[in-house]
C-alpha cells in the first residue's frame, strides 16, 4: 500500500488534520477538557512511591540524550543495510519532529487549570502536544523504517508498546494531559508518513542500485503477535492478581479506561500502517 508516493501522502494529510482537530478538542472544548482532566486523574490515582522510579526512567528514555543516540544508531543500520535514503531521512526527522513539537507547544500556550490536582502541581500551559510522546513514536516509527521488511511487524509492535509504556509513564507521573499525548503520535506520524511518501517517489524517479529488499512471509507476522499475546497475558495475570480492586477502580475511572484504551489504539493502529504497509522498494523487472 505505502510503496506509492500517494497513499503516504493522503495518510499524512489525514494526520495532518487530526493534530488540528485534537489541538482545537483539547483547548477549547470544555466537555473534552474536563475529559482530559478525568483520565489525566485515572492515570496519576495509579501511581506509587514503589512505581515512580521506574515510570521515570521509561519516561527519561525519550530525553534529548537518548533521542539522539537511537537517531544515529538507527540511521547507521539503515545505512548499513545500503538504505541511503532512510539514513539520510532518518536524523531529518528526528529534528523535525522535536523542533515542531516544541514550536506548537509555545505558540498554542494555553493554561488548562484541573482542580484536582492543587494549586501546586498543574501542569505547565505550555505542553500540548507532548515532545516525550512524539520523541517516543518518533523513535518507533523509524525504527521500523531502518528494519529489514521480515523484521517489520516485531519491530513495529515492540515500538507501539514502547511508545504506548512511555505515554502512560508521564501520565502517571501527571506530566502531560492525554490530548498531549495525542498530539505527539500524529505530529511524528505526519512526518514519518511524508517522508515515506517521498522516499519512494525518490526511488521511483532514481532506482536504488542496492535492489529489493527480501519479500515478507507469513510467519514474519508471529513473534508481533507473540508480542501482543505477552502483554495481554500481563494485563490478564494483573486483573487475576487483585480482580475486585481492579474492577472497582475502573468502575470508578470509567473516563480513564476509555482514554487508556483510545490511546492504546492509536498507537497499534499507527504500528500496524507502518508494519503492513510500508514494504519498500519493488523488485526490479527482469527481461
Not at 495509579?46 to 539522539?68: E, F, K, Q
Not at 507473540?226 to 494485563?235: S, T
Amino acid at each position: 500500500m505505502l510503496r506509492r508516493p500517494g497513499p503516504p501522502l493522503v495518510l499524512a494529510a489525514v494526520a495532518t488534520l487530526a493534530l488540528a482537530v485534537t489541538g482545537l478538542l483539547a483547548k477549547l472544548i470544555p466537555i473534552v477538557k474536563q475529559g482530559d482532566g478525568h483520565t489525566l486523574n485515572g492515570f496519576i490515582g495509579l501511581n506509587t512511591p514503589r512505581l515512580t522510579p521506574v515510570l521515570d526512567h521509561i519516561a527519561h528514555s525519550a530525553d534529548p540524550g537518548p533521542y539522539a543516540l537511537v537517531a544515529l544508531a538507527l540511521a547507521l543500520v539503515a545505512l548499513v543495510r545500503g538504505r541511503w535514503r532512510v539514513a539520510l531521512a532518518i536524523p531529518i526527522l528526528f529534528v523535525l519532529t522535536g523542533g515542531t513539537t516544541e514550536i506548537l507547544k509555545h505558540v498554542f500556550a494555553s493554561p488548562r487549570f484541573d482542580e484536582w490536582l492543587g494549586p501546586d502541581a498543574q501542569i505547565s500551559a505550555a505542553s500540548w502536544p507532548s515532545g516525550h510522546s512524539t520523541a517516543a513514536m518518533t523513535m518507533a516509527l523509524c525504527a521500523v523504517l531502518a528494519a529489514p521488511p521480515r523484521l517489520r511487524p516485531t519491530v513495529a509492535a515492540l515500538g507501539s508498546a514502547y511508545a504506548l509504556a512511555l505515554a502512560y509513564s508521564i501520565l502517571t507521573l501527571g506530566w502531560h494531559f492525554p490530548s498531549d499525548v495525542f498530539g505527539g503520535y500524529l505530529v511524528a506520524s505526519a512526518y514519518v508518513l511524508t517522508a515515506i511518501s517521498i522516499i519512494n517517489a525518490s526511488e521511483r524517479r532514481w532506482p536504488s542500485r542496492r535492489g529489493a529488499e527480501a519479500g515478507t512471509r507469513p510467519g514474519d507476522g508471529v513473534p508481533a503477535v507473540l508480542v501482543g499475546l505477552l502483554a495481554a497475558g500481563a494485563a490478564c495475570g494483573l486483573a487475576l492478581a487483585r480482580p475486585h480492586q481492579l474492577i472497582g477502580y475502573a468502575a470508578d475511572h470509567t473516563t480513564f479506561v476509555v482514554g487508556a484504551l483510545s490511546i492504546a489504539g492509536l498507537a497499534a493502529l499507527i504500528a500496524t500502517v507502518m508494519a503492513v504497509g510500508f514494504r519498500g522498494p519493488r523488485s526490479p523487472t527482469r527481461a
